[in-house]
């Protein structure tokens, strides 16, 4: 069965920064784009970052463009998401994902993490 193990997270103050992991297991990690989504309380899960199959190419929302970068790294089947520069607004749970194109919208991804919670204090 796939699964997407995510680690890191936690609290830290405005300007800080934090870094994210998810592990995935039961599939080709190769063969899937991965993304990561946030969502903060009485909003709608929203993009943040993806890469593509080869991990060559990313993709950023612009609200965390310049401060936020998604990589991988294949042979742990792993992706991170290193958060620069955080923001009280970057408070939310963050979600990893992992889809079949390096696509914006969540309905286009296939699998996910089981979520981690990012605060950033003012």
């Known amino acids: 069965q796939v699964q997407l193990v995510q680690s890191g997270g936690g609290l830290v103050q405005a300007g800080g920064s934090l870094r994210l992991s998810c592990v995935a297991s039961g599939l080709t990690f190769f063969s899937y784009a991965m993304g990561w989504f946030r969502q903060a309380p009485g909003k709608e899960r929203e993009f943040v970052a993806s890469?593509?199959?080869?991990?060559?190419?990313?993709y950023y929302a612009d609200s965390v463009k310049g401060r936020f970068t998604i990589s991988s790294y294949n042979a742990n089947n792993t992706v991170y998401l290193h958060m620069n520069s955080l923001k009280p607004e970057d408070t939310a749970v963050y979600y990893c994902a992992a889809g079949a194109f390096a696509d914006t919208l969540p309905k286009d991804y296939k699998y996910w993490g089981q979520g981690t919670q990012v605060t950033v204090s003012s």
């Open positions: 890469i593509t199959r080869s991990g060559i190419r990313t």
